[in-house]
């Protein structure tokens, strides 16, 4: 059967600061999807890492239904409501638009949809993350479908052999290209090891595989909400499916890229490399300097269209070490203070607090 799987989120306010979401956002979301079930939505899931608001939706309506983003909009407004209510930090903070107009995309929250013909066992993850951007999934997504290290089933499962193909998106020319690995894999690693301009879409796989070559195998949101707002609000805060097995990375291959907690942008006003660390949804709660980002991963059997779980993924003591080594990080990120390479690039201040210190000083500036 086709299902469709949306995975749409939004900061609608934090308690304490851009802590963490309240029960009472989830609540109010749960509620609302609750009743949309049997009319819209097969199945649905609420959660959230850090400040972030997460809804799960499994439908038949395909991607980019305007009954299916209306809905999330809908959740996203009342949600935003309570927080307003409670004085919660950002309230609404990722609501760009006041009114809705038939999809979420360019209104700030970040959207990961596909469509596939569900598997007789369909295991997914999704993926969430906090205090970074879009391109935070380059790495582990490269690791999990192109690099051999990583993967095991590239050399040892003949569809795996086959290799993928990513469909990158240029964030700032706002162009697309479909790279085939392991043909591209240099080509491909010169594009995305640019997180902040390019980010992997998709990963699809090739003509022959057990799946069609035209269904995604993963999906990331690649919204930019600086772009989208014209101004520094927040971060992007990404989310990401993942499907596995039987021809695909198994579970524990798409779990091993986060055992190694790699720099991301974000964290502190958006504005600091930090580790990105993974962590189970109760410690999705970045604390110190703001983070350090963390990433938390949500399992489930697809069924009929029913998610089966969640299971809280990172709640693993294999990962420790993994949020160990991130700590040791934060702490020789953080001693640089605002310095580069901790801060991020002068050019990416530019949407921050950048032009107006140049402005100030505009009329004491010398030539040389
Ligand atoms: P599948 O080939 O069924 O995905 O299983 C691989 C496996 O056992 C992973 O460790
Ligand atoms: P969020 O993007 O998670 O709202 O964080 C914003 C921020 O500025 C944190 O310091
Ligand atoms: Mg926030
Ligand atoms: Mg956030």
């Known amino acids: 059967m086709k299902v469709t799987i949306s995975v749409i989120k939004a900061d609608v306010g934090g308690l304490v600061g851009h802590h963490v979401v309240p029960e009472e956002l989830e609540e109010t979301a749960w509620a609302i999807l609750e009743e949309a079930k049997d009319e819209l939505l097969f199945d649905f899931d609420v959660s959230h890492v850090g400040d972030d608001l997460i809804l799960i939706m499994t439908h038949d309506k395909g991607e980019d239904s305007e009954e299916i ?16 209510e409670m ?47 879009a391109g935070a999934w380059n790495l ?20 795996l052999h086959m290799g993928f193909r990513f469909e990158v998106w240029d964030l ?36 022959g595989h057990l799946i069609n070559e035209n269904e995604p195998v993963a999906v990331a949101s690649t919204e930019r909400l600086y772009e989208e707002a014209g101004r520094y609000v927040g971060k992007d805060d990404p989310v990401m499916v993942v499907r596995a097995q039987h021809g695909l990375p198994a579970v524990g291959e798409v779990m091993e890229p986060f055992a190694f907690p790699h720099l991301v942008e ?20 970045p604390t110190r300097f703001d983070g350090p980002p963390r990433v938390i991963a949500l399992g489930y059997q697809l069924k009929n269209g029913m998610l089966i779980g969640p299971e809280d993924m990172f709640d693993d003591p294999s990962f420790d070490r993994a949020r160990q080594i991130a700590n040791e990080i934060a702490d020789y ?35 040389l």
């Open 87 to 133: 004085g919660l930090y950002g309230a609404g903070q990722d609501l760009l638009k006041n009114a809705f107009s038939g999809n979420i995309r360019g209104m700030g929250p970040g959207v990961a949809e596909m469509t596939i013909e569900e598997r007789p066992s369909e295991p997914i993850i999704v993926f969430g993350a906090d205090k970074t951007e």
């Open 266 to 285: 974000g964290w502190m006003r958006g504005s600091h490399w930090g580790p990105l660390m993974p962590v189970s949804v109760r410690d999705a709660k």
């Open 140 to 159: 582990p997504l490269y690791r999990m479908f192109a690099d051999p290290f990583n993967t095991a089933g590239l050399i040892i499962d003949p569809h």
């Open 69 to 84: 983003h209306g809905l999330a909009w809908n959740v996203f407004q009342e949600a935003a409501e309570v927080a307003k």
């Open 333 to 367: 990120m953080r001693r640089h203070g605002p310095f580069e390479p901790h801060r991020v690039s002068f050019h990416d201040l530019e949407y921050t607090t950048m032009p107006a210190v140049l402005d100030k000083l505009k009329d004491r500036f010398e030539p």
């Open 172 to 207: 700032i020319d706002h162009k697309k290209v479909i790279m085939s690995t392991s043909e591209e894999m240099y080509d491909l690693l010169a594009l995305i090891g640019s997180p902040g301009r390019f980010a992997i879409k998709r990963v699809f796989p090739k003509p």
